[in-house]
Antibody, heavy 122, light 108 residues
Framework: EVQLVESGGGLVQPGRSLKLSCAASGFTFSNYGMAWVCQAPTKGLEWVASISTGGGNTYYRDSVKGRFTISRDNAKNTLYLQMDSLRSEDTATYYC???????????????WGQGVMVTVSS | DIQMTQSPASLSASLGETVTIECRASEDIYSNLAWYQQKPGNSPQLLIY???SLADGVPSRFSGSGSGTQYSLKINSLQSEDVASYFCQQYNNYPPWTFGGGTKLELK
């Protein structure tokens, strides 16, 4: 059974940093592209960042470029999102998602974690 | 960026009714479209991919159709467990991968 379990969320002041983790199990992690998708309270879904199987290709939405870094450790079956210079508008639930189909980072998202809340406030 | 416009934003329907949700892309996305269901308090779940392929474990009362810039999700014989928000997403032209604004489905 595919499982994605996020951790690392919480309350943080504007300008500070936070690192999210997503522990994957039930599939060969190194064969799948991965992504982070966020959802502000009572709002819709917004793609944040994606990473290829080996980590060599990364993609970011414009509003987080230069502030967020997506990475992965295939030996630990874990996906990360380093969030620096946080802003109030980054407040959201962050979901880890697997890209549908092996060796593909440009597809739909076939499995999602339960999400982790990040609140940026003074 | 490709803009995805969903309609309606909210919908109220009766048990057993057939419901249709529309999604329009700002340019041709060549059926590279997915639909997700998000029940209250839960994470999104994949329903449909490639515009009309049913994801594993999804009931057959759900179906997707469309081409070019116009797509739709149909729910036949609405059940109480279908109360949720529904989102479309394009993966033809990226980054960014973009979602529709969502449709909130409630029971009448």
């Amino acid at each position: 059974e595919v499982q994605l379990v996020e951790s690392g969320g919480g309350l943080v002041q504007p300008g500070r940093s936070l690192k999210l983790s997503c522990a994957a199990s039930g599939f060969t992690f190194s064969n799948y592209g991965m992504a982070w998708v966020c959802q502000a309270p009572t709002k819709g879904l917004e793609w944040v960042a994606s990473i290829s199987t080996g980590g060599g290709n990364t993609y970011y939405r414009d509003s987080v470029k230069g502030r967020f870094t997506i990475s992965r450790d295939n030996a630990k079956n874990t996906l990360y999102l380093q969030m620096d210079s946080l802003r109030s508008e980054d407040t959201a639930t962050y979901y880890c998602a697997r890209v549908g189909g092996p060796f593909n980072y440009g597809s739909y998202f076939d499995y999602w974690g339960q999400g982790v809340m990040v609140t940026v406030s003074s | 960026d490709i803009q995805m416009t969903q309609s309606p934003a909210s919908l109220s329907a009766s048990l057993g009714e057939t419901v249709t949700i529309e999604c329009r892309a700002s340019e041709d996305i060549y059926s590279n479209l997915a639909w997700y269901q998000q029940k209250p308090g839960n994470s999104p779940q994949l329903l449909i991919y490639d515009a009309n392929s049913l994801a594993d474990g999804v009931p057959s009362r759900f179906s997707g159709s469309g081409s070019g810039t116009q797509y739709s999700l149909k729910i036949n014989s609405l059940q109480s467990e279908d109360v949720a928000s529904y989102f479309c997403q394009q993966y033809n032209n990226y980054p960014p991968w973009t979602f529709g604004g969502g449709t909130k489905l409630e029971l009448k």
